[in-house]
Nanobody, 119 residues
């Protein structure tokens, strides 16, 4: 089992920035990928950015040029830095972790943190 605890959401003015943090605990030795997804009202959950434990990153086109995802050397905390925030970035942001071990692949989710960008 992996537990994920997110922090860093809140109310931000358009053009501002924020940094989301997600701390993983439990069976982090099997972590393969960590990332952030978001879900706006009435929309499907979508990938924002992900990073593998080897450092390979993947970004949604909508945030690519203004976001940075990083992971600590201990591979248990992932950060998402977002700049030039827009009202359309308003959503609940969920931390995601995937593990891969001999027992199989599993996906874990945090409880989510609200990000609201005011115009």
């Amino acid at each position: 089992q992996v537990q994920l605890v997110e922090s860093g959401g809140g109310l931000v003015q358009a053009g501002g920035s924020l940094r989301l943090s997600c701390v993983a605990s439990g069976r982090i030795d099997s972590l393969s990928i960590m990332g952030w997804y978001r879900q706006a009202p009435g929309k499907q959950r979508e990938l924002v950015a992900s990073i593998s434990v080897s450092g390979r990153t993947n970004y949604a086109d909508s945030v690519k040029v203004r976001s940075t995802i990083s992971i600590t050397n201990a591979k248990n905390t992932v950060y998402l830095q977002m700049l030039s925030l827009k009202p359309e970035d308003t959503a609940v942001y969920y931390c995601n972790a995937e593990t891969n071990s001999r027992s199989g692949k599993y996906v874990y989710w945090g409880q989510g943190t609200q990000v609201t960008v005011s115009s």
